[in-house]
């Protein structure tokens, strides 16, 4: 009998650690904590999208990331080994050089030293019983950040006991809260006070104002082939003769009267401004249809969307007829069958029976239509493109009545013969010089990315605006990732010719067709409509429009915060101050003022010791941020107004300090006294 239970408790001791241990993948963890310097981490792909690979070899699982990158891990102390197998990702160009620690409570427990490509996976394989709090870093290794593809492979805790996989990852849920007051009853003009139109091409342009309604709207000093509709304020018409043109625009109600400035410039420049509008793709993605375009066009309207100056009804990719195979294409089998037409001119799918008759319905609301797609034989989503019928896409999209072309990349990679700045830059020369054939204003936006440093030349090549990154998404590592990682950009972008950090993620997103609250706190998405205000990026609204909620449409109709983006100078904000998590911009406004966006980012991405990279302690709520007179180029008193409020702060000497949440943002007007 002894030796039995002896026998029982000696198994009991050897196998409790295995019964009573858990194994936890990092690649089933909650990703959207990780952060990332560029893209967003994927379980089991590389941060580009690729299978996981090191020097050669594949790994089905783990994480992609991209340096900087940091996860922290609330262990509790109930860890017990962490094993992984980490190095630069094969597709890293050979730039690429990174360093991997893991830290526990503040001390390194492994370092992986400076690792670049072709070198083979380092295997961890760490002791972290005791740990309360493990934090994953991959850093530049001190050369900036460029093709740091990391990946984490096989990465996994052995765990005690039983673990709850989503109390391992930080999150801290928030209520959203309004900043944006209700717009007053009187009327107020918020249009782009700039305009620019080729001479006799359709013109189209509608005074947003918001205020009460019934309103009037009147214009003076009209030029000669305009129109304007008195009761919608939508002008059309058309204007023949070259030069600019210095308009008053008015709109009345029973309350009142507003007054705005309005320059018409007619020749070669147009999307003066940034464009402002929705776009299928973050919401639909391949669920998209012509009802769906349609209800956006109405929602707009009914939000009162358009009084703040939102214009463009955009349709992403999948409109047109998708062969059978996804495969690129032989030449000519792409003229065959229904995709197009005897003569070749391209057919929109069963989803879009009429696109003429939805380009009439969008534009009779007052409002523009956008269309999409690629160089390349096919669209990223395998559909139709346009590789040598360019000439005849162009056409048919004006005969359409599109007023905007998103233009991709995808399936082009197979045409290109090679990665030069001229095979990079070539099918949108092709797209421009057909563009430049139809007798339609169509603005022109390159979407590839960023690649060969895109902001270098897609001016030059006829791009209104031009993708700096890859695709967006609503989580706060990438979103933040890819508009903080704008500064020293701001030297390309200007009226006509803009940065494109992607679209807006706030609002029910989901790419189709299931769709689900961004996943951005609150102020995370202060951040974002701040940010890409600053950045005077495009402002294409993500979200089903025909579900907004009040939250999402106090973000997006904040006048004073899109006038920033609106501005006529254009002049996208310089990152002017970054340090400790705190980041300030600076943008110079056409008044003479100064829009900054003090940001509480967290993370230090300079951080001397690795162990700073990460908020240890329970994460703050708020962070004192000082601007200084001086870090704007200004003297003496400045006044300030909080533009989210809409309300005067007062005036101030060499410096101003505010609170900032976590994740979020004040954004003021700072005005020299004397202006
Ligand atoms: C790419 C673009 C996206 C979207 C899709 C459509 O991924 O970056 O914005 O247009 O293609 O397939």
Same mark, same amino acid.
């Given at each position: 009998m002894r030796k039995i239970i002896f026998t029982v408790l000696l198994t009991l001791v050897f196998y409790f650690p295995f019964i009573n241990s858990q194994t936890i993948w990092l690649d089933k963890l909650d990703l959207s904590s990780m952060s990332s310097g560029w893209n967003t981490p994927q379980a089991d792909k590389s941060? @580009? =999208? *690729? #299978?996981l690979t090191i020097a050669g070899q594949k790994f089905d699982r783990g994480v992609g990331t991209h340096s900087i990158s940091t996860f922290l891990l609330n262990l509790n102390g109930k860890g017990k080994r962490f094993t992984a197998e980490v190095g630069l990702d094969d597709e890293a160009t050979s730039q690429g050089s990174v360093e991997f620690y893991i830290i526990g409570d503040k001390k390194i427990l492994w370092k992986s030293g400076v690792m670049r490509k072709n070198d083979s996976a380092k295997k961890v394989d760490i002791d972290i019983s005791k740990i309360k709090k493990l934090g994953l870093l991959v850093t530049d290794a001190g050369d900036g950040l460029d093709y740091d593809h990391a990946d984490w492979c096989n990465a996994k805790l052995e765990m005690t006991g039983n673990v709850n996989s989503t109390s391992l990852v930080a999150s801290i849920k928030h209520k959203p809260y309004i900043l944006t007051p209700n717009p007053s009853d009187k009327p107020r003009i918020n249009s782009a006070k700039v305009f620019g139109v080729r001479p006799g091409h359709p013109f189209l342009y509608t005074i947003a104002a918001t205020g009460k309604r019934p309103m009037t709207f009147d214009a003076e000093y009209l030029p000669v082939g305009l129109l304007l509709n008195k009761k919608t304020g939508i002008i059309t018409g058309m204007i023949n003769k070259e030069g600019n043109y210095e308009v008053k625009l008015i709109a009345k109600n029973s309350l009142g009267k507003a007054e705005s400035k309005f320059k018409i410039s007619v020749g *070669? /420049?147009?999307?003066?401004t940034p464009p402002m509008g929705w776009n299928s793709w973050n919401c639909w993605a391949e669920a998209v249809d012509a009802d769906k375009v349609k209800a956006a066009a109405d929602a707009m309207v009914k939000t009162g969307l358009i009084n703040h100056g939102w214009t463009y009804i955009n349709i992403d990719d999948c409109w047109a007829i998708k062969p059978d195979s996804h495969v690129a294409m032989p030449k000519d089998s792409l003229t065959s069958g229904d995709q197009r037409d005897k003569d070749g001119m391209i057919n929109a799918n069963k989803k879009f029976p009429d696109m003429p008759a939805l380009t009439k319905y969008v534009h009779d609301k007052g409002l523009k239509i956008g269309i999409y797609s690629s160089p390349g034989p096919l669209t990223c989503a395998g559909y139709t493109a346009c590789y040598q019928h360019e000439q005849q896409d162009a056409e048919r999209f004006a005969e359409w009545g599109f007023d905007y072309l998103k233009y991709d990349w995808c399936s082009y990679g197979n045409i290109a013969k090679d990665k030069t700045l001229e095979t990079y830059q070539e099918p949108y020369k092709v797209m421009r010089s057909a563009l430049d054939k139809v007798d339609r204003d169509i603005v022109y936006s390159l979407c590839q990315y960023g690649m060969g440093e895109v902001w270098k030349w897609g001016d030059s090549v006829g791009g209104n605006l031009w993708r700096t990154t890859g695709d967006i998404n609503d989580s706060w590592s990438n979103m933040s990732g890819i508009g903080f990682n704008q500064a020293g950009h701001e030297k390309y972008s200007g009226p006509g010719h803009w940065n494109d950090p992607d679209m807006l993620v706030v609002g029910l997103v989901g790419w189709g067709p299931s769709l689900h609250p961004t996943r951005l706190t609150p102020d995370e998405q202060y951040t974002h409509i701040s940010l890409w205000c600053l950045l005077d990026a495009p402002l294409l609204i993500g979200c089903d429009l025909s579900r907004i909620d009040k939250f999402t449409l106090s973000l997006l109709s904040n006048d004073e915060v899109l006038a920033v983006d609106q501005d006529p100078l254009g002049k996208q904000a310089s990152r002017i101050f970054n340090e400790s998590g705190k980041q300030i911009w600076s943008k110079d406004m056409f008044d003479g003022s100064k829009a900054v966006g003090l940001f509480? /980012? =967290?993370?230090? *991405?300079? @951080?001397?010791? #690795?162990?700073?990279?990460?908020?240890? *302690?329970?994460? #703050? /709520?708020k962070e004192k941020i000082t601007l200084t007179a001086s870090e704007l180029g200004i003297t003496g008193k400045f006044k300030v107004r909080d533009l989210w409020r809409q309300r005067d702060l007062g005036t101030f000497k060499d410096k101003y300090t505010a609170e900032v949440p976590y994740h979020g943002v004040i954004l003021i007007k700072v005005t020299p006294k004397n202006k």
């Open positions: 941060i @580009a =999208g *690729n #299978p *070669n /420049t147009i999307c003066l509480y /980012t =967290g993370v230090d *991405n300079k @951080a001397k010791d #690795p162990a700073d990279y990460f908020n240890w *302690n329970k994460i #703050p /709520t």
